[in-house]
């Protein structure tokens, strides 16, 4: 299932439109791919077409033209006592979620709920009086040695395009498998999915992960970023027509549709960079070279404020050319409504203001 929504139709639609350099050129409609997340105002694959019909409409009060594509993730989790009651709900990453909630704070959500209201809630981050949610300095010093213990695999192993020898992945997970997400699913066929999208659909600007689509939106980069072309989990080119149509050998010369990263990835209620499913240890985790604007609740009793910042980690200095590469963050405070400072994504004019200038500064350069 997948939808599309725009503020206003943009010209030309059912035409393949190429993304080009935008610095100095009119602007013309910003194309998102949104993946959306277990929860929330923008979860379990219900209200797509509410959501992304107001955020697109938000973004055009702020003179922004955009494109979003919501597609619904084909794996489920199953939530129940099992029986007639047991529903299934869309996940990117589905399996046993305990690894991921204890990490996150979802888990912890559960239980604070029934005894506090969440105007009173504490920040789950250094402030908060349960250590499990507090900066934890071990696991960024561990998550960087990794970072370069992979850099420097992947030196060592250029012949294949720049990745890691599987001796080496393997060698790198076992010595820190404590940070592997034991119980995922879904991985592999997300990211058939997503790469399916990517080359039938795109070409995209950006992409827009909320809660587990946010992982799932960092995941898939990393994979398309860090996993070699003959890599049975990685994203090759698909060959297509201007439609999308997949074409036989005798029609494709000459119209291999190359896949590359989007220029800027916008993550809402982050849940971090860990765990991580076993599948995704070659291409994960890996730097990347993509401008970030990461969304924060305030009070997000979902996904700790202080893991989702944990994304800092992996967002390079630089680009391969030399640029700085854009890291930004927005965090939303409690208001009246029961949204704002949670676990959802922002609806506010300050919000659209942010993404607005966040996109205009990537994609137009001002």
Known sequence: MLHSWAAAKPRGEGKQRQVTPLRGTPRRPVRILALHGFGGNFGNGQGLEEFCTSLASGLRREGLDVEIIAPQAHSYVEVGSGGAET?????????????????????YNDEYRKRHPRSIAPRLDYSHPDKAFAYDLKAEKEIKR?????????????????????LQVKSIIDKNNEYLWKGSEGYLASIEQIRRIWATKGPFDGVLGFSQGSMMALLFVANMM???QHDPNGLRGHVCNARG????????????RELVPPNFLVLVGAVGIRPWPLEASSSWPRQISVPVLNVIGSHDLCCA???????????????????????EEYEHDLMEDKIHGGHFVPTTKAFHAKLNNFVARVMFGH
Do not use: C
């Open 245 to 256: 149509d997949k074409l036989d050998n005798s029609e494709s010369a000459g119209k291999i």
């Open 87 to 107: 529903m299934r709900y869309p996940a990117w990453l589905a399996g046993d979620q305990s690894a991921l909630g204890k990490v996150a704070g979802f888990y």
């Open 226 to 228: 860090h996993t070699p």
């Open 146 to 166: 990794m970072l370069a213990e992979y850099r420097a695999a992947s030196v060592s192993y250029a012949e294949n395009g720049g990745a890691t020898h599987p």
């Open 305 to 327: 404020p202080s893991r989702s910042r944990e994304v800092a980690w992996l967002v390079s200095q630089k680009s391969s050319n030399g640029d700085a590469v854009l890291y």
